[in-house]
Protein backbone atom coordinates (compact mmCIF):
# COMPACT_ATOMS: atom_id res chain seq x y z
CA UNK A 1 0.00 0.00 0.00
CA UNK A 2 1.45 3.68 -0.78
CA UNK A 3 2.70 5.58 2.36
CA UNK A 4 1.85 8.90 3.58
CA UNK A 5 3.55 11.40 0.72
CA UNK A 6 4.32 14.94 1.14
CA UNK A 7 5.16 17.75 -1.26
CA UNK A 8 7.23 19.26 -1.57
CA UNK A 9 10.13 18.30 0.13
CA UNK A 10 12.52 20.82 0.12
CA UNK A 11 11.67 24.62 0.43
CA UNK A 12 13.10 27.78 1.16
CA UNK A 13 11.66 30.95 1.56
CA UNK A 14 13.13 34.62 3.08
CA UNK A 15 11.51 35.63 6.32
CA UNK A 16 7.97 37.00 6.28
CA UNK A 17 7.04 34.92 3.12
CA UNK A 18 4.33 32.41 3.28
CA UNK A 19 4.11 28.52 2.23
CA UNK A 20 2.27 25.45 2.20
CA UNK A 21 3.14 22.20 2.87
CA UNK A 22 0.82 19.26 1.31
CA UNK A 23 0.30 15.96 2.78
CA UNK A 24 -1.58 13.03 1.31
CA UNK A 25 -2.27 10.01 4.44
CA UNK A 26 -2.30 6.79 4.05
CA UNK A 27 -6.05 5.42 2.28
CA UNK A 28 -8.71 4.77 5.16
CA UNK A 29 -6.95 5.89 7.70
CA UNK A 30 -8.83 8.80 10.06
CA UNK A 31 -6.44 10.30 12.04
CA UNK A 32 -3.80 12.70 9.94
CA UNK A 33 -1.18 14.65 11.98
CA UNK A 34 1.32 17.72 11.22
CA UNK A 35 4.92 17.42 13.40
CA UNK A 36 7.96 20.27 13.69
CA UNK A 37 11.13 18.80 13.40
CA UNK A 38 13.49 21.66 14.78
CA UNK A 39 17.34 20.02 14.02
CA UNK A 40 18.75 18.28 16.97
CA UNK A 41 15.36 17.77 18.55
CA UNK A 42 12.72 15.22 18.41
CA UNK A 43 8.96 15.66 16.50
CA UNK A 44 6.65 18.07 18.21
CA UNK A 45 3.12 17.67 17.55
CA UNK A 46 1.38 21.18 15.85
CA UNK A 47 -2.12 19.92 15.12
CA UNK A 48 -3.79 16.81 15.04
CA UNK A 49 -7.36 15.64 12.89
CA UNK A 50 -9.72 13.20 13.50
CA UNK A 51 -11.32 12.55 10.00
CA UNK A 52 -12.19 17.07 8.95
CA UNK A 53 -12.20 17.78 12.70
CA UNK A 54 -9.36 19.13 15.02
CA UNK A 55 -8.74 16.87 18.24
CA UNK A 56 -5.89 18.96 19.29
CA UNK A 57 -3.97 22.09 18.51
CA UNK A 58 -2.30 23.34 21.78
CA UNK A 59 1.14 23.69 20.32
CA UNK A 60 0.20 24.97 16.60
CA UNK A 61 1.35 28.81 16.69
CA UNK A 62 -1.97 30.00 15.84
CA UNK A 63 -0.50 33.50 15.34
CA UNK A 64 1.05 32.01 12.14
CA UNK A 65 0.25 28.56 11.34
CA UNK A 66 -2.92 26.90 10.06
CA UNK A 67 -4.11 23.48 8.70
CA UNK A 68 -6.80 22.29 7.39
CA UNK A 69 -7.81 19.00 6.07
CA UNK A 70 -10.90 18.87 3.74
CA UNK A 71 -13.05 16.28 3.04
CA UNK A 72 -11.11 13.96 5.86
CA UNK A 73 -8.22 12.94 3.66
CA UNK A 74 -5.72 15.39 2.39
CA UNK A 75 -4.14 18.31 4.30
CA UNK A 76 -2.67 21.44 3.91
CA UNK A 77 -0.32 22.85 6.46
CA UNK A 78 0.62 26.82 6.37
CA UNK A 79 2.84 29.38 7.58
CA UNK A 80 2.24 33.17 7.18
CA UNK A 81 4.56 34.82 7.89
CA UNK A 82 7.41 32.77 7.97
CA UNK A 83 10.11 33.46 11.01
CA UNK A 84 13.65 32.07 11.00
CA UNK A 85 13.10 29.66 13.80
CA UNK A 86 10.44 28.27 11.75
CA UNK A 87 13.08 26.39 9.81
CA UNK A 88 12.66 22.76 10.40
CA UNK A 89 11.24 19.38 9.02
CA UNK A 90 7.65 19.02 9.17
CA UNK A 91 6.42 15.93 9.33
CA UNK A 92 3.06 14.31 8.26
CA UNK A 93 1.59 11.19 9.79
CA UNK A 94 -1.38 8.68 10.04
CA UNK A 95 -3.39 6.32 11.67
CA UNK A 96 -5.84 4.25 11.05
CA UNK A 97 -7.81 4.72 14.10
CA UNK A 98 -9.22 7.85 15.90
CA UNK A 99 -5.38 8.38 17.36
CA UNK A 100 -4.04 7.95 20.85
CA UNK A 101 -0.65 6.45 21.51
CA UNK A 102 -2.41 2.79 21.05
CA UNK A 103 -2.73 3.83 16.89
CA UNK A 104 0.11 3.34 15.48
CA UNK A 105 1.53 6.10 13.27
CA UNK A 106 2.73 5.99 10.00
CA UNK A 107 5.00 9.07 9.00
CA UNK A 108 5.67 10.34 5.73
CA UNK A 109 9.38 11.40 4.48
CA UNK A 110 8.74 15.46 5.61
CA UNK A 111 9.10 18.71 4.14
CA UNK A 112 12.53 20.69 4.80
CA UNK A 113 12.07 23.90 5.26
CA UNK A 114 15.02 26.96 5.72
CA UNK A 115 13.81 30.50 6.39
CA UNK A 116 16.40 32.85 5.30
CA UNK B 1 6.45 17.53 34.30
CA UNK B 2 6.12 14.79 31.36
CA UNK B 3 9.73 14.51 29.94
CA UNK B 4 11.51 11.97 27.57
CA UNK B 5 15.71 11.92 27.83
CA UNK B 6 17.85 10.25 25.63
CA UNK B 7 21.22 10.65 27.37
CA UNK B 8 23.44 9.46 24.24
CA UNK B 9 22.92 12.47 21.60
CA UNK B 10 25.89 10.15 19.56
CA UNK B 11 26.77 6.43 19.57
CA UNK B 12 29.24 4.76 17.22
CA UNK B 13 29.83 0.93 17.33
CA UNK B 14 31.56 -1.08 15.23
CA UNK B 15 29.71 -3.50 12.61
CA UNK B 16 28.75 -6.97 14.62
CA UNK B 17 28.65 -5.10 17.77
CA UNK B 18 26.10 -5.12 20.47
CA UNK B 19 24.35 -2.09 21.04
CA UNK B 20 22.29 -0.15 23.47
CA UNK B 21 20.53 2.93 23.48
CA UNK B 22 19.39 4.44 26.36
CA UNK B 23 15.71 6.32 27.21
CA UNK B 24 14.43 7.54 30.84
CA UNK B 25 11.52 9.23 31.04
CA UNK B 26 9.05 11.31 33.86
CA UNK B 27 5.65 10.65 33.76
CA UNK B 28 2.79 10.42 36.31
CA UNK B 29 1.96 6.39 35.13
CA UNK B 30 3.08 3.98 33.09
CA UNK B 31 2.86 5.33 29.71
CA UNK B 32 2.59 3.55 26.71
CA UNK B 33 7.09 3.47 25.07
CA UNK B 34 7.85 3.45 21.73
CA UNK B 35 11.14 3.23 19.50
CA UNK B 36 11.30 4.74 16.11
CA UNK B 37 14.12 4.95 13.31
CA UNK B 38 14.84 7.71 11.28
CA UNK B 39 16.58 7.29 8.17
CA UNK B 40 18.48 9.64 6.15
CA UNK B 41 15.54 11.75 4.40
CA UNK B 42 13.02 9.01 5.60
CA UNK B 43 10.31 9.75 7.72
CA UNK B 44 9.99 7.79 11.09
CA UNK B 45 9.50 3.87 11.33
CA UNK B 46 8.44 2.40 14.52
CA UNK B 47 10.42 0.22 15.79
CA UNK B 48 8.77 -1.31 18.74
CA UNK B 49 6.24 0.00 21.52
CA UNK B 50 5.16 -1.41 24.59
CA UNK B 51 1.44 -0.75 26.70
CA UNK B 52 1.56 -3.59 29.27
CA UNK B 53 2.08 -7.55 30.07
CA UNK B 54 6.15 -8.84 28.93
CA UNK B 55 8.52 -6.02 29.56
CA UNK B 56 10.98 -7.14 27.00
CA UNK B 57 9.23 -6.41 23.68
CA UNK B 58 10.46 -7.88 20.27
CA UNK B 59 10.42 -5.46 17.52
CA UNK B 60 10.93 -4.94 13.97
CA UNK B 61 14.80 -5.42 12.63
CA UNK B 62 15.96 -7.77 15.49
CA UNK B 63 15.50 -4.95 17.77
CA UNK B 64 14.21 -5.36 21.36
CA UNK B 65 13.27 -2.85 24.44
CA UNK B 66 13.05 -3.64 27.99
CA UNK B 67 11.01 -1.79 30.31
CA UNK B 68 12.18 -1.23 33.41
CA UNK B 69 9.52 0.27 36.61
CA UNK B 70 12.26 1.01 39.16
CA UNK B 71 14.33 2.67 36.69
CA UNK B 72 12.20 4.41 34.53
CA UNK B 73 13.82 3.18 31.56
CA UNK B 74 13.21 2.02 28.19
CA UNK B 75 16.44 1.01 26.44
CA UNK B 76 16.70 -0.15 22.99
CA UNK B 77 19.17 -3.12 22.56
CA UNK B 78 20.20 -5.54 19.70
CA UNK B 79 22.62 -7.98 19.66
CA UNK B 80 24.43 -7.32 16.30
CA UNK B 81 24.62 -4.40 14.44
CA UNK B 82 24.79 -4.02 10.88
CA UNK B 83 25.78 -0.89 8.72
CA UNK B 84 22.30 -0.80 7.88
CA UNK B 85 21.41 0.28 10.97
CA UNK B 86 23.02 3.87 10.72
CA UNK B 87 19.95 6.06 11.37
CA UNK B 88 18.52 8.57 14.02
CA UNK B 89 16.70 6.96 16.86
CA UNK B 90 13.62 7.99 18.74
CA UNK B 91 12.41 7.43 22.52
CA UNK B 92 8.94 8.54 22.62
CA UNK B 93 6.24 8.50 25.20
CA UNK B 94 2.79 9.04 25.83
CA UNK B 95 -1.06 7.98 26.33
CA UNK B 96 -3.51 10.37 24.40
CA UNK B 97 0.00 12.46 22.68
CA UNK B 98 3.24 11.00 22.54
CA UNK B 99 6.33 12.83 23.31
CA UNK B 100 9.63 12.60 21.59
CA UNK B 101 13.05 12.65 22.88
CA UNK B 102 15.65 14.30 21.44
CA UNK B 103 17.04 11.38 19.40
CA UNK B 104 20.30 9.45 19.61
CA UNK B 105 22.56 9.04 16.42
CA UNK B 106 23.92 6.00 15.55
CA UNK B 107 27.04 5.49 13.58
CA UNK B 108 27.87 1.74 12.67
CA UNK B 109 31.95 1.41 11.56
CA UNK B 110 32.91 -1.48 9.06
Known amino acids: EAGVAQSPRYKIIEKRQSVAFWCNPI?????LYWYQQILGQGPKLLIQ????????DSQLPKDRFSAERLKGVDSTLKIQPAKLEDSAVYLC??????????????FGPGTRLTVL | AQSVTQPDIHITVSEGASLELRCNYSYGATPYLFWYVQSPGQGLQLLLKYFSGDTLVQGIKGFEAEFKRSQSSFNLRKPSVHWSDAAEYFC????????FGAGTRLTVKP
Open chain 1, 27 to 31: SGHAT
Open chain 1, 93 to 106: ASSLGPGGSTDTQY
Open chain 2, 92 to 99: AVGFNDMR
Open chain 1, 49 to 56: FQNNGVVD
